[in-house]
C-alpha cells in the first residue's frame, strides 16, 4: 500500500492542506433563515478581520451583502451573543458589534441606502432579536452594562422607528428565548438563575400579551430542574418545547397538565445555550415538525407527527452533523456538513410527497481536499473511570505523497473542546486535516461532561471538571497506544478556554503528554471565578464547587498552584480583548514556568478576544504551534519556518 509513497518522519511531510489555504475561502455560518424563496445567513470573514457580514441569497442564485463594512453583525450580551437580526416584512434590523446599537438595513442590499441607527449609544448589548409583527415591534434580550455589579439582564421590546425601549420581564438574573404565537397574543419565554446555567435548569414561562404590549400574569409552565430549549408555538397556536426531564433533550408539547413527550427516544434535540437564537427544529405544517438530534455522535433529520409521536427519518438527508435549523412555508433551511463535507447552508421543501432534494448554498470553506489526502473520522469509545465510557473521533495520518517506516508510530494530538458543556463532532474541518496530512494523528474527544449522550453523562462532570475530562484523556491515549495506532512517548494535546484548562491539567497533574498547547485557557480557577463576566461567573459552582466555601479545592485544582509539577513544554495563545479568559490567566502561567525554566512559549494577538477571527492570527497561531511540537518532538515541518524567537524561553543551560 505505502510502495509508492516517501517515507519520511512524522510532522515533515509536505502537507496539501496550508495554513493559507485553511483561511483563504473560510468562513463562520451561523442563524441561516428562509425569507420566501430567499435566504439569509451571517458570514464570519477571516479575510476581513473577523467581520461578520449579512448575506442575503436571491431566488435566481445572486448574493448580497446586506451590510456594508465597516459595520459588523454580532453581539457581545454573554460574550458569545447570538440572535442578532430579525426581519420585519422587508426591514432588516440587526446589532452591530463597535457599538452594539440596533441598525436598519435595506432589503435590496447595502448599496441601496447606508444602515439606520435605531438606538443610540449606551451601555446596553442586545440580542435573541424576534420580530411582534402584530405590534410592529421588536422584542429583544437587553443586557445593561450601566451601573455598579453585574449588568442587569431584562426582556424588553423596542419601537423600531423611535427606538424607544420597553422592559417585559425583569428580576431573573438572565432571560433567552421570546417566542410569540401567530397573533401575538401569547408570548413564551426562558429565563434562569445564579448558579443554574442554561443546559442545568431554566423556567419556562408563558404569558398574555396586552393589547398595549405588556404582559399579564406570567405563569411558570414548565417542569422544575429542567433545561428547556427553543419554545416554539405551532400554527395552531399549541406551545412546543425541548426538555430534558426524561434525562434526554427531547420534544414536548405544553398542555394544561404541564409537559407532555413528543416523541420521547433516546436522543438529543439541543444544544447547550452559549449563544442565543440556537433553533434545532421547526413547523413544516400544523401537524409536522422537521427536528434534528444526534445519538452516538451522529446528527439525523426526522420529521416528527406532533399527534402520534412518529419520527421518520428523512433518508435523502446525508450529512451527519447539523445545527441551527429554520423552517418556514414548507421549507426548510439549516447548517449541516459531513466527515468530507464542510458545514454549509443547506435547504430543501420537506412539505411534499416524493425524494427530498437538498441544495447547497454556502460553504463554510472552499477547501477541496483529494480523498486520498482526507482522513476521515473514526468514532471511538473508550474506557472512563471504573465503570463508565467516553467518547471520541480518531483520524489517523493520510497523505497520497507520504507514508510512516513501518516501525514508526504517528504522534497523536489530543483536542479538548471548551465549555468544558460543549461537544465536538465529525464534521470535515480544515484544521485536523492540516495535522493528519503531516504525519500527525488527532483525536477529538468528546470526555465526560459533554453534551450528545444525555443529561447524565453532561452532568457527570459536576465537581470532577480538572479530574474526569484528564482521566478520559489519558484512557483514551492508553487504548490508543495499546492498539498500536499512535507513539505513546510523542503524544501531544492541545484546547482552548476550558479545553485549554484541560490540557494545563493534564501537563501538570499527569505524564501523559510530550507537550500541549493552551489556546486561550484557563490556569487559575480561582482567579476566573473571581473575573470572568456575568454568564459564566457561577459556572464553577456546578463544575468544582461553591465559591469560596471550597477556596482550598479551586486552588488544588488549578495549575498556577503546582507549577513545580509541569516540567513539558507548553505553549500559550492570547487574545489580549479577551473578556472571558482574561490575558492574565496565561500570562501568569508562562511567567511561573519562565522562573521554572521550562521551555514555554507566548503568542498574544491584539484585537481578538475569545476565539481568533482575524485571517493573519488564525494562520500565525496554526503554523506557530506545528513549529512548537517539531521543537519539541524533533521533527522539521515542511514549508515556510516560523522563527520561534520571539515567543519561546528556553530553559537556562545547565552551569
Known amino acids: 500500500m505505502n510502495k509508492n509513497k516517501q517515507i519520511a518522519a512524522a510532522g515533515s511531510w509536505e502537507s496539501p492542506v496550508s495554513t493559507d489555504m485553511i483561511v483563504a475561502g473560510s468562513r463562520r455560518l451561523a442563524e441561516p433563515r428562509v425569507v420566501g424563496d430567499d435566504l439569509v445567513w451571517l458570514e464570519g470573514r477571516p479575510e476581513e478581520k473577523g467581520r461578520v457580514v449579512l448575506v442575503r441569497e436571491r431566488a435566481d442564485g445572486r448574493l448580497i451583502d446586506l451590510t456594508p463594512a465597516p459595520l459588523g453583525v454580532r453581539s457581545r450580551a454573554h460574550e458569545y451573543g447570538g440572535g442578532v437580526y430579525a426581519l420585519l416584512g422587508k426591514r432588516v434590523f440587526f446589532v452591530n458589534v463597535c457599538d452594539q446599537c440596533l441598525y436598519e438595513t435595506n432589503w435590496d442590499g447595502a448599496a441601496s441606502a447606508p444602515p439606520r441607527a435605531v438606538t443610540t449609544p449606551s451601555a446596553r448589548r442586545f440580542a435573541d432579536l424576534t420580530v411582534d409583527a402584530s405590534r410592529q415591534r421588536l422584542l429583544a434580550i437587553s443586557e445593561d452594562h450601566a451601573g455598579d455589579g453585574e449588568p442587569v439582564t431584562t426582556l424588553v421590546a423596542i419601537d423600531p422607528d423611535s427606538g424607544v425601549i420597553s422592559t417585559l420581564a425583569r428580576g431573573d438574573d438572565f432571560y433567552s428565548s421570546p417566542a410569540l404565537n401567530a397573533n401575538g397574543t401569547e408570548l413564551a419565554y426562558l429565563s434562569w438563575n445564579h448558579p443554574d446555567m442554561p443546559w442545568d435548569a431554566t423556567t419556562l414561562w408563558l404569558a398574555r400579551v396586552?393589547?398595549?404590549?405588556?404582559?399579564?400574569?406570567?405563569?411558570?409552565?414548565?417542569?422544575?430542574?429542567?433545561?428547556?430549549?427553543?419554545?416554539?408555538?405551532?400554527p395552531r397556536g399549541e406551545l412546543f418545547v425541548v426538555a430534558d426531564t426524561g434525562g434526554w433533550w427531547?420534544?414536548?408539547?405544553?398542555?394544561?397538565?404541564?409537559?407532555?413527550?413528543?416523541?420521547?427516544?433516546a436522543r438529543?434535540?439541543?444544544f447547550p445555550q452559549w449563544v442565543f437564537g440556537m433553533a434545532t427544529f421547526g413547523f413544516v405544517d400544523d401537524n409536522r415538525i422537521a427536528a434534528i438530534s444526534t445519538a452516538d455522535g451522529e446528527w439525523s433529520l426526522h420529521i416528527?407527527?406532533?399527534r402520534s409521536g412518529e419520527l421518520t427519518a428523512v433518508t435523502e438527508f446525508k450529512y451527519t452533523v447539523c445545527e441551527q435549523l429554520h423552517a418556514h412555508d414548507g421549507r426548510i433551511a439549516l447548517l449541516a456538513g459531513s466527515s468530507a463535507a464542510p458545514m454549509s447552508v443547506v435547504s430543501a421543501r420537506v412539505d411534499t410527497p416524493g425524494a427530498v432534494s437538498w441544495r447547497e448554498h454556502r460553504r463554510a470553506s472552499d477547501l477541496r481536499i483529494d480523498e486520498a489526502n482526507l482522513s476521515v473520522a473514526q468514532p471511538m469509545t473508550f474506557r472512563a473511570g471504573r465503570d463508565d465510557a467516553c467518547h471520541g473521533f480518531y483520524y489517523p495520518p493520510c497523505n497520497a505523497r507520504f507514508a510512516l517506516a513501518a516501525d514508526e508510530r504517528p504522534p497523536l494530538l489530543v483536542k479538548c473542546h471548551g465549555g468544558p458543556t460543549g461537544q465536538t463532532s465529525a464534521v470535515f474541518d480544515p484544521r485536523i486535516q492540516f495535522w493528519?496530512?503531516?504525519?500527525?494523528?488527532?483525536?477529538?474527544?468528546?470526555?465526560?461532561?459533554?453534551?450528545g449522550y444525555g443529561r447524565d453523562y453532561r452532568h457527570s462532570l459536576w465537581g470532577n471538571w480538572g479530574i474526569y475530562d484528564v482521566e478520559d484523556c489519558r484512557h483514551a491515549v492508553d487504548e490508543l497506544s495499546a492498539a498500536d495506532l499512535v507513539d505513546p512517548s510523542r503524544c501531544l494535546i492541545s484546547g482552548g478556554s476550558a479545553g485549554g484548562y484541560t490540557v494545563l491539567c493534564a501537563l501538570t497533574f499527569d505524564e501523559v503528554f510530550a507537550a500541549g498547547a493552551s489556546h486561550y485557557g484557563i490556569g487559575d480557577l480561582e482567579l476566573l471565578a473571581r473575573d470572568t463576566h456575568k454568564f459564566e461567573s457561577r459556572y464553577l459552582d456546578r463544575m468544582v464547587g461553591?465559591?469560596?466555601?471550597?477556596?482550598?479545592?479551586?486552588?488544588?485544582?488549578?495549575?498556577?498552584?503546582?507549577?513545580?509539577?509541569?516540567?513539558?513544554?507548553?505553549?500559550?495563545?492570547?487574545g489580549l480583548d479577551d473578556k472571558v479568559v482574561p490575558p492574565n490567566q496565561a500570562q501568569t502561567m508562562v511567567s511561573a514556568l519562565e522562573r521554572n525554566g521550562v521551555l514555554v512559549g507566548y503568542v498574544t494577538f491584539a484585537g481578538e478576544g475569545h476565539g481568533f477571527r482575524n485571517a493573519d492570527n488564525i494562520k500565525y497561531a496554526l503554523a506557530a504551534e506545528l513549529a512548537f511540537y517539531g521543537r519539541v518532538l524533533g521533527f522539521v515541518p515542511a514549508g515556510p519556518a516560523i522563527d520561534l524567537d520571539d515567543i519561546l524561553t528556553e530553559p537556562a543551560a545547565d552551569d
Open 304 to 306: 416528527v407527527d406532533t
Open 268 to 270: 438529543e434535540f439541543a
Open 546 to 574: 461553591p465559591y469560596p466555601e471550597q477556596r482550598d479545592l479551586y486552588r488544588a485544582r488549578s495549575p498556577i498552584h503546582h507549577v513545580e509539577k509541569l516540567h513539558c513544554p507548553v505553549i500559550f495563545f492570547q
Open 210 to 234: 396586552r393589547e398595549d404590549g405588556s404582559l399579564a400574569a406570567p405563569r411558570n409552565v414548565g417542569n422544575p430542574n429542567t433545561s428547556h430549549f427553543q419554545p416554539t408555538f405551532s
Open 436 to 451: 493528519t496530512s503531516r504525519g500527525i494523528a488527532v483525536l477529538d474527544l468528546n470526555y465526560r461532561g459533554s453534551t
Open 250 to 265: 427531547n420534544l414536548h408539547r405544553v398542555d394544561d397538565g404541564g409537559l407532555s413527550p413528543v416523541a420521547a427516544c
